[in-house]
């Protein structure tokens, strides 16, 4: 994720709260913890997107009914979340003062330039929004051919934008090979399709970001009724070539983790990489929404 230009104080609305910590240990890696969140709003839950600042503390969640929440981490002397402050949730607008209607408002990832531009990736209606503000009106962007065919739930789940501020969006499955995930990028006013991610062993990609590194840094996720989820993070590296996997930096069992559907990478002040994951709670009481951080370089 590039540093983003948003202020916390002007997207916080409402009273701050903060909810007390409740960290995990992950026993398939050590430098993985979790926290769990809870917020008393009807509207809270479902997140699916997420965008945490350089520095590791200001952040923006969006969950798949098109209502967004500014936050706060607040971290104690190693850096771990013991507790979240954060505003009210607010609601994606159409291109007028009315929020995206209902059946128009899945937005599944968001991705925030360094001018604080937010780009927002939909499923069921398949398309990208451009707002200049969160706050402000959605402005669309143009489709490539190939988005009126994600219809339903597989479309824009993954996106991010790379150093040179072009923007990329993966859908979670391919209209084509289903080995092969495409990779459609947004520069200069258009639409390419330059690259395909390789898939393996059942995992589809439900979020990215590109770090400091540039790096693509892809989360996917894996799910059966037996089991429950299973994550893993790789990251890939593009060239003129194309897409080559660089490494797998985490994959976790089934079960260890609720539903991670939200990537953000972000440097902090001691120069460490870290991946900041959040879970979708698809609004059911028996699933939890859970951030899960990871150290990935020291």
Known sequence: MR???????ALVIGAVL?????WTQDRTMSSAKT????????SFGGFSGLAVAQGGLDFVALNDRGAW????????????IQSISQ???SFLKARGIEPLSRFRNDSEDLAIAADGTAYVGFEGVAR???????????????????????????????????????????????????????????????????????KSNGFDPV??????????????RRFTFLEGFASRLRKFLINAQGVQLAETLFESPFGTYDNLEA?????????????????????FMFQKTQFVELTLTR
């Open 87 to 89: 505003g009210n949730l």
């Open 207 to 220: 979020s990215a970001d590109f770090g400091p590194d540039g790096g693509l840094y892809v989360l996917e």
């Open 263 to 283: 990537l953000s990478l972000w440097e902090g002040s001691d120069g460490i990489l870290r991946a900041t994951m959040l879970s979708d709670d698809n609004f």
């Open 3 to 9: 540093p983003f230009g948003f202020a916390l104080g």
């Open 128 to 198: 990208v929004l451009r707002y200049r503000s969160l706050d402000g009106v959605a402005e669309n962007l143009p489709d490539h051919p190939d988005f009126a065919q994600y219809a339903g739930n597989r479309a824009f789940e993954s996106l991010a934008i790379d150093q040179v501020g072009a923007l990329y969006v993966l859908p979670e499955r391919s209209i084509y090979d289903p080995d092969q995930i495409p990779l459609y990028r947004f520069d200069k006013g258009g639409w390419t399709k330059p690259f395909y991610l390789p």
């Open 18 to 22: 903060a909810v007390p910590f409740s």
């Open 69 to 80: 929440i500014a936050g706060r981490f607040n971290r104690d002397a190693q850096g771990d």
């Open 35 to 42: 926290f769990t969140w809870s917020f008393p709003d009807a």
